[in-house]
């Protein structure tokens, strides 16, 4: 196994770095204080446009995009963005300005992989100029959206066109006011087979009869200016030509959307936690206790060690899995990207919370990237499947496989 990044990703290293460095983290507190004072607080700040701008003259634009969906991307294999997902995952606001954020990645590689020629002319290709963002609707508050069969929203066809009814919450980035249109999942055929009912279709958000309810809080953060909405479909019509892939596919979109899109958010918590233990090790040499630096207190090396060891291993079977992913596809390293996502929140959640001990009452403060970064881990822990589910079935694939023979 080689452990050394191949001389197109270090190189591609060397400019997020220096991106970063240069235009990202200098504004980081003016971008957060623009948020504050914004009239609207679900409008993008200019500086968001600024740098977007400049990601973009350098090439550092559609990162996530590999070549089989099209010559629209760096062309970047799994193994080759991780680190650069990584490093823009440092800064949790940052991989927008790339083009590189969620729900917008995932969204695009579904159109990218599954839309036709008509839904990517009107919908894929301003997504990937960067110029409309967008939302995934599956969480539904009246049933355990962790089984995505359980949906209840209908799509029912009606001539030319669909309609749709049903309620979802937590559907991230749908507050923004650049969000022009959602992926809706839905029951088409709740009579079919349990994994032939679901649906996919695209509702633009100025669709009459879409409701914007409120915006959801996660641990007290309203995550401006993306935000997690609820909404309420009510008659909602669109033309058919906007269903994905046709009846009964939903299931099978929605399986091909979240393998990459699970490691992705893993990548990403990985720098999230590496930058909260620089922190850590920044403020124990600083902070003064007792009549010595904090670093000097066994039980503090002890903390900063522990976060090293528990990132590197996360980090390393997220490289593995990536890897995997890239050999032999997603289906076949299931059981990779399952281990990965439940690892990687968890770690981060930990990793970050020793940070916040360490900075004492300031770690909870937005003085610092650790709370927002805590929400984040937490976050995961439940988007795209919850630990327990991604548990139950990696425990019952090794159980099927040991038993095979």
Known sequence: MNFEYSDKTQELIARLERFMDTHVYPVEKDYHQALKDADNPWTTPAIMEDLKTKARAEGLWNLFMPDEYGPW????TNLEYAPLCEIMGRAGWAAEAF?????????????????SDAQKEQWLKPLLAGEIRSAFAMTEPAVASSDATNIETSIVRDGDDYV?????????????????????????????????????????????????????????????????????????????????????????????RLGPGRIHHCMRLVGCAQRALELACK?????????????????????????????????LLTLKAADKMDRYGNKVSRDLIAAIKIVAPTMAQ????????????????????????????????????????????????????????
């Open 73 to 76: 991307g760096a062309g970047l």
């Open 99 to 115: 083009n590189c954020s969620a729900p917008d990645t995932g969204n695009m590689e579904v159109l990218a992989k599954y839309g």
């Open 164 to 256: 749709i009814n049903g309620r979802k919450w937590y559907i991230s980035g749908a507050m923004n006011e650049r969000c022009k249109i959602m992926i809706v999942m839905g029951k088409t055929d709740p009579e079919a087979p349990r994994h032939l009912q679901q649906s996919q279709i695209l509702v633009p958000m100025d669709a009459p009869g879409v409701q914007v309810i409120r915006p959801m809080s996660v641990l007290g953060y309203l995550d401006e200016p993306v935000g997690h909405a609820e909404l309420v479909f009510e008659n909602v019509r669109v033309p058919a030509g906007n269903l994905i892939l046709g009846e009964g596919r939903g299931f099978e979109i929605a399986q091909g």
């Open 283 to 315: 403020r124990v040499d600083s902070r003064i206790a007792f009549g010595q630096p904090l670093s000097k207190n066994q039980s503090v090396r002890e903390d900063i060690a522990q976060s090293f060891c528990d990132i590197e291993q996360a980090r």
């Open 350 to 405: 930990q990793v970050i919370d020793r940070a916040i001990q360490i900075h004492g009452a300031g770690g909870l403060s937005d003085d610092f990237v650790l709370a927002e970064a805590f929400m984040y881990a937490r976050t995961v822990r439940l988007a795209d499947g919850p630990d327990q589910v991604h548990m139950m079935q990696l425990g019952r694939n090794l159980i099927k496989d040991a038993n095979a023979g």
